[in-house]
C-alpha cells in the first residue's frame, strides 16, 4: 500500500505561502485604512508603496499590465477620461447631490479662480498626486495586487474596498463628494479590469483632474 507524506521541504514550502500572504493582506489592510485618511492619507501610502515596489517583485508583477504601445495606453485612457467628464456631469454628480444633499464642497482646494499660481500648483498636485499615486494605490496596488494575492473570487470585495477608500479619501469634499468619487473609483477600477493597463488609467484619471481643475481656474465650476 502506498503512503503520501509530506517532506519536511514541502512543508516549509507551505510555511513559506502562508506566511506570506499574511503578511501581503497585512500590508493591504494597512494601505487600506491609510488611503482612507483625508489629505494626508495618499501622500502617506505613497511613501509605503514605494518602499513595497523597492522590496517586492510580486507588486511590481501586480502594477504591470497591457502589452500595448505607451502611446495607445495614453490615448484610451484620455478618451476614457473625456467620457467619464461628461458622465459625471450629466449622472454622477446629479444623482450624488439627490442623495446626498448640498453640492459636492470643493471650498478646501482653495480659491484658484483667475489665479494663476495657485492654479498651476494645484494642477500639478491633481495630476502627480491624484493622476498617478492615487491610480497606483487604489487601483494598481489594492485591486491588482488584490485579486493577485486572494484570486478571482475575491473581486467583488477587493472592488467594494478599493472604492470606498478611494471614496473615503475624498472625504473634505462633503457626502454628495463622497458618493461621487465612490462611483468614480467604481469606473476607474472596472476600467481598469477591462484595460489591465495603468498607463491607461493614470491618463484618464489625470484627464479627468486637469478639466475639473482648469473649470475651477475659469469660474466654470
Do not use: K
Not at 478618451?79 to 447631490?97: F, R
Not at 500648483?121 to 487601483?139: D, S, T
Not at 498607463?199 to 475651477?216: D, E, F, P, R, Y
Amino acid at each position: 500500500m502506498q503512503t503520501s507524506l509530506a517532506t519536511p521541504s514541502t512543508e516549509a514550502a507551505v510555511s513559506y505561502q502562508v506566511t506570506r500572504r499574511r503578511y501581503s493582506l497585512w500590508w493591504l489592510a494597512i494601505l487600506a485604512i491609510v488611503l482612507a485618511i483625508p489629505g494626508a492619507g495618499v501622500i502617506l501610502a505613497s511613501l509605503i508603496l514605494l518602499c513595497l515596489i523597492t522590496l517586492s517583485a510580486a507588486v511590481r508583477r501586480a502594477l504591470s499590465g497591457s502589452t500595448q504601445s505607451r502611446g495607445r495606453q495614453c490615448l484610451e485612457g484620455v478618451a476614457a477620461g473625456l467620457l467619464l467628464v461628461a458622465l459625471s456631469d450629466l449622472a454622477i454628480e446629479p444623482l450624488a447631490e439627490w442623495i446626498g444633499g448640498p453640492p459636492v464642497d470643493l471650498r478646501a482646494l482653495g480659491s484658484i479662480q483667475g489665479n494663476l499660481p495657485a492654479y498651476l500648483q494645484l494642477l500639478a498636485a491633481g495630476l502627480l498626486i491624484g493622476g498617478v499615486m492615487e491610480e497606483l494605490l487604489f487601483r494598481g496596488f489594492l485591486i491588482g495586487f488584490g485579486l493577485r494575492l486572494f484570486g478571482r473570487r475575491a473581486l467583488l470585495p477587493v472592488l467594494i474596498c478599493s472604492s470606498l477608500a478611494f471614496a473615503l479619501a475624498h472625504a473634505y469634499q462633503g457626502v454628495s463628494g463622497v458618493i461621487s468619487t465612490g462611483v468614480t473609483g467604481l469606473l476607474l477600477a472596472l476600467f481598469w479590469l477591462w484595460r489591465r493597463s495603468i498607463v491607461s488609467n493614470i491618463a484618464a484619471h489625470m484627464t479627468v483632474n486637469a478639466i475639473g481643475i482648469t473649470l475651477l481656474y475659469l469660474g466654470l465650476a
